[in-house]
């Protein structure tokens, strides 16, 4: 086996895959066309977030059986082509997880006592201290968005400061904020009340320019933005303008948008700090990362299942062709339930009814769990970690079975999940064609049939002509309805549409359709 390692990690890494009898050979700085000329060649790659593992390379690599990340992000890797090749990904996820904690409160200190300003002031011969009035942290409100592993050490280590904590995470449960003495808040309360606000989320569709020019106006005059998690989180130009105005008082950033990034008129702000991407580089984090991902390769090789496996399937096998059916079903009613859901999930309850209700239903419990947590952590979620994210988050799960059948049901999986914002319902059944049919959506009776593309829920009055105002906004605006699906109460009362597209709507194309009048709510899920 030959294992390529792309871009710099502790020799710890190579040394483990040498034991073991893998050739592992160290070729830094590779271009795009380089690496793909040169992995053909290996059976695993190694990468940080300066190589990207695109659809290109992804293509070329014949052998390749997984890709390392030695860290956390794997926004630099093509997941969904390497699963399309046959490539499991795997990643280090909690390695690094204390130096970055460290990272974030180490500029945290930086941007409010100016310490890169007053270094280089003294070196260059100057004697300065009115320059350089501080601030306390003591007291301050601490905004922490994204309370995963990093958020959450960020939280007990701004605890020590005597700071109080807000926090804001879709995914974690009010307990999680309370063993962290953290008061668990909306995104624009945060923003409003906090003296510092510091990002923690992975980079996904749904986070990307998270913090633009609306969240920069909600924030409290003089806030500090803290950034060690992506660089794409941030919108650079509102963020330069809002402190080139002062209404934001400082930055301090650890992550761009572009890496190296092509240098910013910010870098030279006064109230400015940044670092060249290092909240994980620290000697035991990077001997951390490469360990645990020469050790995942090593299982890959030997057939064994990785540990944090990002996009492998871990039905075992002795299982797995009874389960196999409902893996796909039991992952779509997660994955559906987490992208209806508002507020803080506290308790999910699993049922399965039927057929299904004699099978291995912890292992499609855990799966459910895994679909519905997925959708917020880059983390690997799968049967194996799904109930302890599930506790760490502070949400309870509970399964019941029943094998009787539920008719017109052979078989029906259901998800209950009740937030501090109310309930949140789905049901799917296994049809006799083994598919997976969405049969039930808060209430309503649906007949969805997952494919791909883009998923809008409505909410809304039934009433003459609103399928024709709905179809008008997706016409004019070249979208392309592949299905559409009407459920309702009763006549001309409360009723669900559900419409596939082919197209992904935009945030105006959504704004159209919320206009009409009588419809309440559009979701735009993916499944
Ligand atoms: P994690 O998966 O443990 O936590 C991420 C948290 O973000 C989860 O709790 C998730 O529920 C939450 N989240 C997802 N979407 C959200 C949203 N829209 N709003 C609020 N919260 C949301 O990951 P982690 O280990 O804490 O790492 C977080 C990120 O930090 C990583 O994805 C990585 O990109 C970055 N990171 C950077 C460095 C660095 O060197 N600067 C080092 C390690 C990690
Ligand atoms: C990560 O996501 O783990 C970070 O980007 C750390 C890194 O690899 O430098």
Redesign the pocket.
């Known amino acids: 086996m030959r294992v390529l390692i792309a871009d710099p990690i502790a020799p710890d890494g190579a040394e483990i895959l040498e034991q073991r009898g893998v050739d592992a050979d160290t070729r830094l700085g590779l271009k795009e066309d380089e690496l793909t000329a040169a992995i053909a060649d290996y059976d695993g790659l190694i990468v940080r977030s300066e190589t990207k593992v695109t659809p290109g390379v992804l293509a070329a690599a014949k052998k390749l059986q997984v890709v390392g990340r030695a ?3 794997y ?1 630099n890797i093509d997941v969904e082509a390497a699963t399309g090749h046959g490539v499991i990904v795997v990643n280090a ?2 390695s ?2 204390i ?2 904690a460290e ?1 974030t409160l180490a500029m945290m200190l930086s941007v409010a006592r100016h310490v890169p300003q007053a270094h280089s002031s003294l070196a260059g011969g100057e004697w300065n201290r009115r320059k350089f009035l501080g601030t306390e942290l003591r007291g301050k409100t601490l905004g922490i ?8 050490e960020v939280a007990r280590r701004a605890a020590a400061f005597e700071m109080r904590i807000l926090g ?5 449960a009010e307990e999680h904020g309370r063993h962290l003495g953290a008061e668990i808040v909306n ?1 624009p309360t945060l923003f409003e009340q906090s003296d510092i606000i510091t990002l ?5 569709d ?2 990307r320019r ?1 913090i633009g020019e609306p969240e920069l106006s909600q924030m409290k005059s003089g806030a500090i933005l803290i950034n ?3 660089g794409g989180l941030v919108d650079e130009d509102a963020l330069r303008s809002a402190i080139e105005d002062g209404r934001i008082g400082g930055a301090a950033l ?2 761009f948008i572009t890496e190296p990034p092509e240098g910013s008129p910010l870098f030279q702000h006064p109230n400015v700090v940044v670092t060249p ?5 620290t000697e035991e984090a990077q001997s951390n990362v490469a360990r645990e991902v020469a050790e995942q390769m090593i299982d890959v090789f030997e057939g064994r299942t990785p540990r944090y496996a990002v996009n492998a399937p871990l039905v075992p096998p002795e299982t797995a062709a009874e389960l196999a059916p409902y893996v796909p079903l039991a992952l779509v009613v997660g994955r559906l339930a987490s992208q209806l859901a508002d507020g803080q999930p506290e308790r999910l309850s699993i049922s399965f009814r039927g057929a299904v209700g004699e099978l291995a239903t912890d292992i499609l419990a855990a799966t459910v769990l895994s679909g519905f947590l997925q959708t ?4 690997r979620i799968n049967i194996v970690n799904a109930g302890t994210e599930a506790n760490r ?1 502070g949400i309870h799960v509970q399964q019941s079975k029943d094998a009787t059948q539920t008719l017109p049901y052979t078989n029906l999986v259901n998800l209950d999940v009740q937030t501090t914002a109310g309930e949140t319902t789905v049901g799917a059944t296994l049809t006799e064609r083994g598919q997976t049919e969405i049969v039930q959506v808060n209430g309503y009776q649906v007949g969805i049939i997952p494919t791909g593309g883009h998923w809008m829920i409505i909410r809304h009055t039934d009433r003459p002509g609103m399928l024709g105002r709905i179809g008008t906004v997706t016409g004019e605006n070249n979208i392309n309805i592949a299905s559409l699906h009407v459920s309702r109460e009763s006549m001309r009362g409360p009723a669900l549409t559900v419409v596939n597209v082919d197209e992904s709507p935009e945030p105006r194309h959504i704004d159209a359709i919320l206009g009409i009048d009588g419809v309440d709510t559009v979701r735009v899920v993916n499944l």
């Open positions: 860290g956390v992000g926004d996820p909690s690094n997880t130096s970055a990272h968005v994204g309370l995963g592993r990093i958020g959450t804001y995470d879709p995914f974690v995104l923690h989320t992975p980079m996904t749904s986070t998270l060690c998690a992506r650890d992550v991407h290092l909240g994980a580089s917020g952590t880059e983390t988050r």
